[in-house]
C-alpha cells in the first residue's frame, strides 16, 4: 500500500517559518515529479511547489516564490517545503502529492496530473 505522510504542520506567527516533510512508503516515486498543494477552507486545493524527479527543476506558485523552498531527497523517500516569511494567508492544509504519469518529465503544477495524495497536515498563521 502506497502512504504519502506528511508532518511537520502547526501554528506560528506571521514572519515565522515551518518545514513540513512528506515521507513516501510502499514504493518509489524516484523518477517521478512530486509536489505540494493547499486548500483554505471555503476554497479550491491549489499548486504551491513541484520538483522534478532528480530535484534539479522546481516550480513555485507566484504567490509563494522566493519564500518557499520545494527539496526532495530520493535516498530517503522524502519530501520537504521550507516556508519562510510565512502570512495569514498561507493558513491552510497542506498537502503532498506525487505522479506516476510521466517519467522523469518536468515538474507539474496541476492537480489532476498528481495521482497520490498524502491526508495533509494544517499550518495555521496567525497576525
Known amino acids: 500500500q502506497v502512504q504519502l505522510v506528511e508532518s511537520g504542520g502547526g501554528l506560528v506567527q506571521a514572519g515565522g517559518s515551518l518545514t513540513l516533510s512528506c515521507v513516501v512508503s510502499?514504493?518509489?516515486?524516484?523518477?517521478?515529479?512530486m509536489g505540494w498543494f493547499r486548500q483554505a477552507p471555503g476554497t479550491e486545493r491549489e499548486f504551491v511547489a513541484s520538483?522534478?524527479?532528480?530535484?534539479?527543476?522546481?516550480f513555485y506558485a507566484n504567490s509563494v516564490r522566493g519564500r518557499f523552498t520545494i527539496s526532495r531527497d530520493n535516498a530517503k523517500n522524502t519530501l520537504y517545503l521550507q516556508m519562510n516569511s510565512l502570512k495569514p494567508e498561507d493558513t491552510a492544509v497542506y498537502y503532498c502529492?506525487?505522479?506516476?504519469?510521466?517519467?522523469?518529465?518536468?515538474?507539474?503544477?496541476?492537480?489532476?496530473?498528481?495521482?497520490?495524495w498524502g491526508q495533509g497536515t494544517q499550518v495555521t498563521v496567525s497576525s
Open positions: 502529492a506525487a505522479s506516476s504519469l510521466h517519467n522523469y518529465g518536468p515538474p507539474r503544477n496541476m492537480l489532476n496530473e498528481y495521482d497520490f
Open positions: 520538483v522534478s524527479w532528480s530535484g534539479a527543476s522546481l
Open positions: 510502499g514504493r518509489t516515486f524516484t523518477s517521478n515529479t
